[in-house]
Nanobody, 115 residues
Framework: QVQLVESGGGSVQPGGSLRLSCAAS????????MGWYRRAPGKQRELVAT???????NYADSVKGRFTISRDNAKNTVYLQMNSLKPEDTAVYYC?????????WGQGVQVTVSS
């Protein structure tokens, strides 16, 4: 069982920045993909960015150049630095970690971009 705890959500004006954190605990395999997804009101959940155990990253086209995913292996934590935020980035952001024998989700954090 892997537990994920997110933090760092909030409200910001367009053009602003936020950093999300996701700390993992429990039984964690050495092979994994960890990432962020989001669900905007009235829309399906979509992938934002992922990072794997060897540091390979993947981004949605809508966030490329603005968002950066990174990790701290010693802390079992992944981060999402979000810059140049737009109103369309408003959503609940969920942390996810997939490994051998598990596919875990966090509780979600709200990100609101509004003037």
């Amino acid at each position: 069982q892997v537990q994920l705890v997110e933090s760092g959500g909030g409200s910001v004006q367009p053009g602003g920045s936020l950093r999300l954190s996701c700390a993992a605990s429990g039984s964690i395999s050495s092979l994994y993909v960890m990432g962020w997804y989001r669900r905007a009101p009235g829309k399906q959940r979509e992938l934002v960015a992922t990072i794997n155990n060897i540091g390979g990253t993947n981004y949605a086209d809508s966030v490329k150049g603005r968002f950066t995913i990174s990790r701290d292996n010693a802390k079992n934590t992944v981060y999402l630095q979000m810059n140049s935020l737009k109103p369309e980035d408003t959503a609940v952001y969920y942390c996810n970690k997939k490994g051998v024998g598990y596919d875990s989700w966090g509780q979600g954090v709200q990100v609101t971009v509004s003037s």
